[in-house]
């Protein structure tokens, strides 16, 4: 990595900075598709030498317009590696016990091997009484408490999509994460707080801070290691960084002009930046790649615990 001292306007401001004169962008597109490719090979392999295929069977309610871009891309996603695919599409009238039934529905058949209940959900229904009904076993979001749980103590069996595919960009990249100062931005059971201890499983030094943390930007600024997960358009500005920080963007937002953007404001950070995810291009289609992995992984165990009955 090179480092060369210039100064720069940002906002008005003249800050002078060392800039990083190559910036790596974190290609997770790219990684995505090599990934998914393995997974195809993996999958053809394993139907060949014990017919089992791997089930996906993701619920979606309502009409959410964002949810359903997603659940139609995990739908392609998993076609694409050679699983058994369905989306069941249901009401937002759907009440909380029909709801729950379906979810049994599919808890007792055993050609599922994973579950995934598409959030948000409409406030009638109870998300947490949703995702403690999926079968831990089949819980390929890792959002059931036993799975959350298992993670926290060191021993995950399902590890949330988002962070996971962090984690596999953080080891494609060479980036070692050994003693760094990690700073994660954001406390969502689905992104942040998962993050925050796969990064101290990998023994970083991790700060977990949201939007009520007081000098953000400053406890940013510290990080050689900075996730942005805080669901606001080009949120952090060059103040939150230090110079040669890897910085990962899970935001997906529009900006002003209707562009899709992250939580990072890329141009002016990517000078900053040693490594830097694009939105669109970076952590999105990770996510998804990783949810397929997960898919796999729990088929995979289900022959385990047939052949060690
Ligand atoms: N809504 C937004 N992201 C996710 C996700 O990773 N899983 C589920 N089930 N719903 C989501």
Redesign the pocket.
């Known amino acids: 990595m090179l480092e060369g001292t210039s100064s720069f306007w940002y906002n008005g401001r003249y800050l002078k900075e060392k800039r990083i004169d190559m910036t790596q962008i974190i290609d997770g597109k790219a990684l995505a598709a090599k990934l998914q490719g393995q997974l195809a090979e993996k999958t053809a392999r394993l139907k060949e030498e014990t017919a089992l295929v791997p089930g996906l069977v993701v619920i979606l309610v309502g009409d959410n317009p964002a949810?359903q871009v997603?659940v139609r891309n995990k739908e392609r996603s998993a076609l694409a590696a050679g699983f058994r695919s369905e989306v069941v599409r249901v009401p937002d009238t759907i009440t909380q016990a029909e709801l729950l039934d379906l979810v049994a529905k599919y808890n007792q058949d055993p050609a599922w091997h994973g579950i995934?209940?598409?959030?948000?959900l409409p406030k009638h229904i109870d998300e947490e009484a949703v995702l403690l009904a999926i079968d831990p076993e089949k819980d390929v979001?890792g959002?059931h408490p036993l799975n959350m749980g298992r993670l926290w103590s060191g021993h995950p069996v399902m590890i949330?999509?988002?962070p996971a595919g962090i984690m596999e960009m953080f080891h494609a990249y060479g980036i070692d994460l050994e003693g760094k100062n990690a700073v994660v931005i954001g406390r969502s059971n689905?992104v942040g707080k998962p993050m925050a201890q796969l990064l101290l499983a990998k023994n970083a030094t991790v700060t977990l801070t949201h939007s009520r943390t007081h000098n953000l930007a400053k406890v940013a600024a510290k990080a050689d290691i900075l996730v942005v997960a805080i669901g606001r358009a080009k949120f952090v500005t060059p103040d939150f960084v230090k110079p040669g920080a890897v910085v990962i963007d899970v935001g997906m937002n529009r900006d002003e002009n209707g562009k899709l953007c992250g939580d990072v404001d890329y141009e002016a950070v990517a000078p900053l930046a040693s490594h830097i995810t694009p939105v669109p291009g970076g952590v999105g289609p990770m996510?998804i790649t990783m949810l397929m992995e997960q898919t796999y992984q729990a088929a995979l165990r289900t022959l385990d615990r047939k052949f060690s009955k």
């Open positions: 949810s997603y995934l209940v598409q959030l948000p979001d959002f949330p999509s988002t689905i996510t």
